[in-house]
């Protein structure tokens, strides 16, 4: 475990904000960020990615499956993000931590295989459950990866991430010149702890960001903001509800029910998309 400062502003001043499965969530005094510190050390967590597996008072599995409900969102962003753009479009689009595939699924579909989709993940079951769909799925360090493309994705990406600055910072290399990021995480920093959502999957999330903090992020890293877009998270739809309340009598379950029902209310959009371009 390792105590870290807000990777945001570098501040090391921070206010207890929750706490969860033997971890702190703090809320950075300076820029708002909310970050898990201490923490595990970066060996600890490329184990954890790799096999969906994190310690804490009590081991949290998030290999899950594929969901076809993502397909459809995924979808629906596209369409919204990019219109007809990517319908004619060649080029190749590679999704960084693509999970079991559900956008590259979409990508294909939406681009009419136009773009060609590569995927990089990092849990060995996800990769299995992606290359069983046929989708070209692999893992390798980004770092020194010599390839290079025209779009690179970060979906439920981000607050995995032990610094993201530095890691947005050392991939921009992978995109052409005038190549586009699609960025997506939640909008939640700025809510208070009582409105935010349940659980914190605490030490699998390491932080929680808000469009503000991203957008400066961006900047600072010499993209330009073309686009942003938000949806309720969860999406409500009646699988969804029924999960939910199912939850409310299920022994050792968190239900986020009372949470869709405020943003309803509220009308508040939590689901971030951010479609930025590399500056030349």
Known sequence: MIDVPCYICG???HAPYASENGFRLVKCVSCGLLYVT????ATEIAEAHKYGVHAGKEKLDVSGG?????VANYLDMLETLYGDGLCEAEGRWLDIGCGHGEFLVALRRYSAGGIKGYGLEPNV?????ARSL???VDYFDLASHDGRYEYLSLLNVYSHLPDPTVSLGDWKHLLKPGGELLLQTGDTADMTNREHYRPFSLPDHLSFASEAILVRLLKSLGFEVLDIVKYPFPRLDFLTLGKEAAKLVWPGKHSMLGYMVSNFVRQRKTDLYIRACLKA
């Open 125 to 129: 079951h996800k990769q299995k459950s």
């Open 11 to 13: 501040s090391a001043k």
């Open 134 to 136: 046929g989708l070209d």
């Open 38 to 41: 201490p923490r595990p050390d």
């Open 66 to 70: 594929f969901r076809s409900s993502n």
